[in-house]
């Protein structure tokens, strides 16, 4: 299956935040837990995550710092903020909304998909 670009946009910082949430990550972990927790239908891309990392981080969301692995090498790991807490917050509230009206149609219209959240986070 693939996902639309445009719906791969909207769900990525909340999908960000949401690991961020659960503790530090760096840039491979976050890739690697994506493609975890959408059963592999989800294959992001190095250049689709780090801009987004940089943004989040410009606009005060997350924060970064280097830190050494055990065989010495440097990588950047990520942590979410209070904003970051905040801007997550209200995204799941959004989605909430998006799923619910979702669900709607498809109730209202014999042979829909019936649109349901995996409960996450």
Request: proline share 3%; charged share 25%.
């Amino acid at each position: 299956m693939r996902i639309d670009k445009d719906l791969v946009a909207a769900s990525a910082t909340p999908l960000v935040l949401g690991i961020l949430a659960r503790g530090d990550q760096h840039g491979y972990a976050i890739l690697k837990r994506v493609g975890q927790l959408s059963g592999g239908r989800m294959a992001w891309t190095d250049g689709m995550l780090y801009p987004l990392l940089h943004r989040l981080e410009a606009a005060g969301h997350i924060s970064a710092r280097w830190d050494s692995t055990e065989n010495g090498r440097r990588r950047k790991v990520y942590s979410i903020t209070t904003s970051g807490r905040a801007l997550l917050a209200d995204r799941r509230e959004q989605w909430a909304v998006v799923a619910e009206a979702l669900r709607a149609v498809g109730q209202s219209q014999p042979g829909a998909p019936d649109f349901r959240l995996a409960a996450t986070a």
